[in-house]
DNA sequence: CGCATTTGACCCGCGC
DNA sequence: GCGCGGGTCAAATGCG
């Protein structure tokens, strides 16, 4: 008896540490939120004074992210939560000379996103994928947080999408879960070892599939909440996923 | 057998 | 008009 209570204490205790990590997440992103409604009222007052300008869409932009892999891998597969089908395949073409992939969405038959995926012309141990349209559909989480969609030689390591230079934290934030722990960038070796310790309690709670799913909801949850307010709508990192619909 | 991937052929836009 | 190159199609192939 002593020792069920034990085990439950143990139990509430460690849900308690998840909870309070959760909280931290969840505290951290609604700052970036934060920063990033400021940006885009920025950006907005900017456009106001650019009246000759165009209307800036999102959805037109064709949008690129870099995802390192492993330099024998010759799949030109980037696992990026969404399901692609390929249609389409150059060997070379004139700008590089690496053979490009071409995909299409196949989570919705109506879903117009299109992507391009070649290596880096500069290095080969890079793909650049090229995502052109926007989802129609709601972003697969369970997809996503499946082991077996998360490549481990892949890690996306820097995007160009239009958010870049507001909300790349947000990005590198959750792209945490494509990683494996000795994938350890130079900025996180130069937060010390307290940032290490805190990495390896995520990881090991990333492993764990029930607390992935519900977690990843509720803070994109709370985030695209908060974002609606400025008609935002943030991906996990990626480019131009659709929550909310 | 069904599905995904591969691959050569074809289409189309653009520059000369 | 022609050639080139990027993008797409669809038959062939491979795999579970």
Known sequence: MAEKVEMLEAKVQHMKEQNRTLRMMLEIMSKKCQKLQLH???????????????????????????????????????????????????????????????????????????????????DKSVVVATYEGKHNHGFPFRDLFKPSSATPEASIMDNDLPMTNISNDINIDLCLCNRVPTDVTDKQQKDGG??????????????????????AEAVVLSIN?????????????????????
């Not at 800036?56 to 024998?72: E, G, W, Y």
Request: net charge positive; glycine share 4%.
């Open 40 to 122: 885009v009222q920025e950006m907005n007052n900017a456009e106001g004074s650019n009246s000759g300008q165009s209307e800036f869409s999102t959805a037109q932009k064709a949008s690129q992210i870099f995802v390192k892999i492993h330099p024998n891998d010759n799949s030109l597969m980037v696992k990026d939560g969404y399901e692609w089908k390929k249609y389409g395949h150059k060997k070379t073409t004139k700008d590089n000379p690496s053979p490009r992939a071409y995909y299409k969405c196949a989570l919705a038959p109506t879903c117009p996103v299109k992507k391009k995926v070649q290596r880096s012309i500069q």
């Open 194 to 215: 307290s940032n290490i310790k805190v990495l390896e309690y995520v990881n090991s709670l990333l492993k764990d599939p029930n607390f992935i799913a519900p977690l």
């Open 225 to 245: 909440s908060q974002s609606e307010q400025v008609g935002l709508n943030l991906s996990l990192g990626l480019p131009q996923s659709d929550l909310s619909k």
